[in-house]
């Protein structure tokens, strides 16, 4: 089955750190390139970051560069965000999704995981 | 990074046809034929309904359709039936290389 499944969601203080996986399957991950979007607790999406198949191509929303990281490990058909120096704005439900076509970025999105959820508070 | 511009609400009876718009700039929507619409039900992840403004993706009811004059993009639902309540997303690819999304829009059967 194609899908994308996160993980690593969950409660820390503000100035804390999380890392968050996303694990692919049932496609050629290292042929695609990958985002994260997030939703705010009764707000809309908002994109966070793209990482191109090779890692070569790396973008950031300005709300989170120079504290967030994306990664992925090809071998290991897996997505990562590194979310350092966590603001209570950056509570938000954290959604892994595929780009579309193979070789393209940020085109649209075809394929979503089900979330998972950061809580920034003391 | 600015939003792109959806109504907040829309509403219609079964069987009747609405249109949300969504409006950019000529660096994002009207620069670009990379607009997409997600659906998504409460507690769910978002569906991605129409990419690349008018196609539709595999499984998607052909009562959806897109279209797109100069910054305005716009999603019409015809023959609106219960299950399509929802909220629904508008995205463009941008000349910033990030991505953006429209505040969204809530859909309402009546």
């Known amino acids: 089955e194609v899908q994308l499944v996160e993980s690593g969601g969950g409660l820390v203080k503000p100035g804390g750190s999380l890392r968050l996986s996303c694990a692919a399957s049932?496609?050629?991950?290292?042929?695609?390139?990958m985002n994260w979007v997030r939703q705010a607790p009764g707000k809309g999406l908002e994109w966070v970051s793209s990482i191109s198949s090779s890692s070569s191509y790396i973008y950031y929303a300005d709300s989170v560069k120079g504290r967030f990281t994306i990664s992925r490990d090809n071998a290991k058909n897996s997505l990562y965000l590194q979310m350092n120096s966590l603001r209570a704005e950056d509570t938000a439900v954290y959604y892994c999704?595929?780009?579309?076509?193979?070789?393209?970025?940020?085109?649209?999105?075809?394929?979503w995981g089900r979330g998972t959820l950061v809580t920034v508070s003391s | 990074q600015s939003a792109l511009t959806q109504p907040a609400s829309v509403s219609g009876s079964p069987g009747q046809s609405i249109t949300i718009s969504c409006t950019g700039t000529?660096?994002?929507?009207?620069?670009?034929?990379?607009v997409s619409w997600y659906q998504q039900h409460p507690g769910k992840a978002p569906k991605l309904m129409i990419y690349d403004v008018s196609y539709r993706p595999s499984g998607v009811s052909n009562r959806f359709s897109g279209s797109k004059s100069g910054n305005t993009a716009s999603l019409t639902i015809s023959g609106l039936q219960a299950e399509d309540e929802a909220d629904y997303y508008c995205?463009?690819?941008?000349?910033?290389?990030?991505?953006?999304f429209g505040g969204g829009t809530k859909l309402t059967v009546l």
């Open positions: 000529s660096s994002d929507v009207g620069g670009y034929n990379f």
């Open positions: 995205s463009s690819h941008a000349s910033t290389n990030a991505p953006v």
């Open positions: 999704a595929r780009d579309g076509i193979p070789g393209w970025l940020q085109r649209y999105f075809d394929l």
């Open positions: 049932g496609f050629t991950f290292s042929s695609y390139s």
